[in-house]
C-alpha cells in the first residue's frame, strides 16, 4: 500500500512538473539578453512588476513600465495592444515576474521574455538605471492608425455623414 501511494505521488508529481513545463509559453532570459534585446529592438516593452517604492527608490531599467505583479491582468488596458510586441518581464529577483509572465501568456501574448534574476541582476551587470517616479514609455505601432481612423469618424460626424448613435 505504502509503495503504491508513493509511485502514485511520484507519477503526479511529474505529470504536474511536466504540464507546467509545456505550459509555461514565456522563456527566461539573462540581464545579458535582456540588454541585447533593448539595444536592438526599439519596439520591446519593458515590464517592470515590482512595488512603486522598488520602481523609485531602488532604480529601475530606463524605459520600463510599472505594473505591479499583482495588477497585471487588472491592468492590461495599460498593455501593448498587438499581443506579438516582445515583452521583457522583470522584477527584483525573478520570481514575481515569473507570475507575471504567465499572467501575460494567460492573456495573449506571444513573445513574452522573464529576465532571471532580476533588477538585481541588471543592476549588478552595470547596465544604466534610473531612479525617481518618472513613468516608462513603450512604443504603439497602432496609434498613427488610431487617430487617422478617429479623424475621418470626426470629420463624418461633423459633415453630417454619420449620426451618433444611429446604427
Given at each position: 500500500m505504502g509503495r503504491t501511494l508513493v509511485l502514485f505521488l511520484l507519477s503526479l508529481t511529474l505529470l504536474?512538473?511536466?504540464?507546467?513545463?509545456?505550459?509555461?509559453?514565456?522563456?527566461d532570459i539573462t540581464a545579458e539578453e535582456a540588454h541585447e534585446m533593448l539595444a536592438g529592438n526599439p519596439s520591446v516593452f519593458l515590464l517592470d512588476v515590482r512595488m512603486t517604492g522598488e520602481y523609485e527608490v531602488d532604480g529601475h531599467i530606463p524605459g520600463a513600465y510599472l505594473i505591479p505583479h499583482t495588477e497585471v491582468k487588472s491592468r492590461s488596458g495599460e498593455l501593448p495592444v498587438d499581443r506579438d510586441v516582445p515583452v521583457i518581464v522583470y522584477c527584483k529577483s525573478g520570481y514575481r515576474s515569473v507570475l507575471a509572465s504567465q499572467d501575460l501568456v494567460d492573456l495573449g501574448y506571444t513573445d513574452?521574455?522573464?529576465?532571471?534574476?532580476g533588477f538585481s541582476s541588471w543592476a549588478g551587470m552595470g547596465y544604466?538605471?534610473?531612479?525617481?517616479?518618472?513613468?516608462?514609455?513603450?512604443?504603439?505601432?497602432?496609434?498613427p492608425m488610431m487617430l487617422?481612423?478617429?479623424?475621418?469618424l470626426i470629420r463624418a460626424i461633423l459633415?453630417?455623414?454619420?449620426?451618433?448613435?444611429?446604427a
Open positions: 504536474l512538473c511536466a504540464e507546467q513545463v509545456a505550459g509555461e509559453g514565456y522563456r513574452v521574455r522573464n529576465m532571471v534574476g544604466p538605471t534610473l531612479y525617481g517616479p518618472e513613468p516608462g514609455t513603450f512604443p504603439i505601432p497602432e496609434l487617422g481612423a478617429i479623424s475621418l459633415h453630417g455623414r454619420l449620426q451618433p448613435g444611429v
